[in-house]
């Protein structure tokens, strides 16, 4: 069992590829051309020959390499094509590292170095059941949003223009997350635009009676599952019942061809209550954490 360190200009795609589609981790953020589109740079430890692989974000900041978590990828980790010890990656990634922080995937399962592992957790609905069954159980206030919804009149308007959703993010959600810069959302509009070219991509936009965007979300199709990889609405009008009435129709379209729909998750409160209230269960998955650096630089990176 040998692991090399491979960086991404001497990576073969086709096999690197291979091995992420086929591999019983398989989701969409760890493909050559998405993670192309949204990391700096990145590299793989690969096993073998690319019987599994684990790509590694990078940046570098006064001359030292560290690992980073990219936005509009919510997991990675590693990803094999059979039950393998995963745990075999961590000892390289540290040794090649002095910083890591990144987040893996739910199927991984980590027990070495536990104090460099912090739990997450994220939600998912499974979906292959009828509709009316989803929908008995939402919770009472869900039901209710949907109700303010259809007094609201709100339109649901499938293919909408990325940049609308990109521009209402920026209004709300974004400026509560200043670390968020204009070359992440640049990455995100040509993200978008290539998931919809390669037809793995969707966008739900919700407008009100005066046509005005109150909710988006853009969506990943992967295999048997949909992802909300970004959404927003706007915070200004809460009472419509917009975010319920994005989130049941997105449920309402893909219940019969998907068998679960994936949140993005969130370990905090309040956003995985919103998703448990559609009832999803939640799900565990790992972050590392691990910080080598020197006493001096430590504060640079908490």
């Given amino acids: 069992m040998l692991i090399k360190y491979i960086h991404r200009e001497h990576l073969d795609e086709e096999k690197y590829n291979d091995c992420v589609e086929n591999s019983l981790q398989s989701n969409s953020y760890a493909f050559s051309w998405y993670l192309d589109i949204v990391c700096d740079n990145w590299d793989v430890l690969v096993l073998d020959d690319y019987e599994a692989v684990m790509p590694i974000p990078w940046r570098k900041k006064y001359g ?33 590292f002095k910083f890591v922080e990144l987040r893996m995937n739910t199927h991984n399962n980590f027990e070495l170095y536990p104090e ?80 919809l070219e390669k037809k793995v991509g969707e966008i739900l936009a919700v407008y009100d009676k005066e046509n005005k965007l109150v909710a988006s979300v853009f969506l990943l199709k992967h295999k048997n599952s949909i992802t909300k990889l970004i959404s927003s609405t706007n915070l200004k009008d809460r009472k419509n019942g917009a ?60």
Avoid at 270 to 284: I, L, M, N
Wanted: charged share 25%; net charge positive.
């Fill in 243 to 302: 975010n319920t009435f994005l989130i049941d129709r997105v449920i309402f379209k893909f219940h019969k061809d998907f068998s679960v729909f994936n949140f993005g998750g969130s370990s905090i409160e309040s956003v995985a209550s919103f998703s448990k209230s559609f009832g999803a269960e939640t799900e565990k998955y790992h972050q590392l954490k691990m910080n080598k650096l020197p006493k001096i630089l430590q504060l640079f990176k908490k």
């Fill in 64 to 96: 030292i390499k560290y690992v980073y978590p990219p936005f509009w990828v919510l997991q990675l980790g590693v990803y094999s094509n059979e039950a393998i010890d995963e745990n075999k990656f961590l000892t390289p990634l540290f040794n090649k």
């Fill in 116 to 195: 460099f592992l912090q739990l997450k957790q994220c939600q998912k609905l499974v979906l292959n059941t009828t509709y009316s069954s989803i929908l008995s159980k939402y919770r009472k206030d869900r039901k209710k949003d949907l109700q303010k919804a259809a007094t609201a009149d709100l339109i649901e308007k499938w293919n909408d223009h990325p940049s609308n959703l990109i521009q209402l993010f920026k209004n709300n959600i974004g400026k509560r997350t200043p670390n968020i810069k204009e070359n992440d959302y640049q990455n995100l509009e040509k993200l978008i635009a290539i998931c």
